[in-house]
């Protein structure tokens, strides 16, 4: 199967994207952070995989998926797009990276959780093919509730 065509390039992140990783975190995202050292082991895991959307002039965006063994749902921990680059697919075309590698894993579904308050987040879901299959009541660190999504992924080719 072809890997998803995109303008935007998508390639899975390494060591020297460390630092780029944390300040997307702490500017995306309030609580719930990832660490360095979680990163690390997540670049090195392998039932992890980290894709950066990058340019010429650094990070535009990050996602995490998590695999388990022995199951045929992949889960996506996290997304988050740079602020300056936001609105132009960046989030869009590091979904269809994460789809793929989940179909060459095997994986049948795709699934998340959101904050209930996140609309720009539930927008990009419910318009990539998501649905709403549940909640978390208090999830986050912070005590907010999550909606839980999932996704059915195409059999791979
Ligand atoms: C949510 C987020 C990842 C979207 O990234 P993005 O690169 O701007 O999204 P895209 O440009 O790929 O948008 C794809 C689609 O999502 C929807 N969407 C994205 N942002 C939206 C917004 N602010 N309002 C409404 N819809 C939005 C639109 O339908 C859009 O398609 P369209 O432009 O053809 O209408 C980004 O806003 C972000 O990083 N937010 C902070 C971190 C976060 O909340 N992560 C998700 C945690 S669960």
């Given at each position: 199967m072809p890997a998803p065509h995109t303008d935007i390039p998508i390639r899975p992140a390494v060591d020297a994207d460390l630092d780029g990783l944390l300040a997307l975190e702490r500017a995306a995202f309030t609580s719930d952070h990832l660490s360095r050292r979680q990163y690390r082991q997540h670049l090195r895991s392998a039932t992890a995989d980290v894709f950066a959307a990058a340019d010429a002039g650094g990070l535009l965006g990050k996602a995490v998926v998590f695999y388990r063994?022995?199951?045929?749902?992949?889960?996506?921990?996290?997304?988050?797009?740079?602020?300056?680059?936001?609105?132009?697919?960046?989030?869009?075309?590091?979904?269809?990276?994460?789809?793929?590698?989940?179909?060459?894993?095997?994986?049948?579904?795709?699934?998340?959780?959101?904050?209930t308050d996140n609309h720009a987040a539930i927008a990009l879901y419910e318009r990539l093919g998501f649905h709403r299959f549940g909640g978390k009541r208090r999830f986050y660190e912070d005590g907010a509730d999550a909606w839980r999504y999932e996704k059915h992924l195409p059999a791979a080719a």
């Open positions: 063994a022995g199951s045929d749902i992949a889960r996506l921990y996290s997304i988050a797009v740079a602020e300056h680059a936001r609105g132009r697919g960046v989030a869009k075309a590091l979904l269809a990276a994460v789809e793929h590698a989940a179909r060459r894993r095997n994986c049948a579904r795709l699934r998340l959780e959101v904050r």
